[in-house]
């Protein structure tokens, strides 16, 4: 089985999401795979941390579990831009009824056109919690 990573920003969002994510609302998209979104605090270019220590927690306890799935996942990894523009009431994905984040990091899984599971800033690195999200709707 295989995790598929792909890296988006703000800028390429759409272009990937629609591409590797889009289906109608209650149709199966016939792939096959757990699709998952995790948005994260952007990298420091100095290091493979980003500037939010919540994600630097769950990032890797994610990453563990997907491994150890059995499924093949698509996962998109979404970053939200620096601290001041993550702050912006305005952010794109703060306004987007489809993600309405609040915070980093956010795992959704995604399933036949709408989130299926979905894990806060609060709960992303909590092992259990992330086994429920990846086996949610769909399996």
């Known amino acids: 089985m295989t995790v598929e990573k792909v890296d988006v920003t703000v800028a390429d969002f759409d272009a990937h999401f629609d591409k590797l994510f889009a289906t109608a609302a209650g149709e199966d998209d016939g792939g096959g795979k757990v699709k998952l979104l ?8 100095s290091s493979s941390l980003t500037w939010c220590p919540d994600c630097n927690v769950a990032e890797p306890v994610i990453y563990e579990k997907l491994e150890a799935l059995g499924s093949d996942v698509l996962l998109l990894r979404a970053y939200v831009g620096d601290k001041p523009t993550w702050r912006n009431p305005a952010h794109p994905w703060r306004v987007d009824p489809r993600f ?8 959704i899984r995604w399933d036949k056109g709408a989130a299926a599971g979905r894990l ?9 919690k992330i086994d429920a999200v990846l086996n949610a709707a769909g399996n």
């Open 38 to 45: 995790l948005f994260l605090a952007d990298r420091y270019a």
């Open 120 to 128: 806060e800033d609060d709960e992303a690195h909590l092992a259990g």
């Open 100 to 107: 309405s984040l609040t915070g980093v990091p956010t795992l």
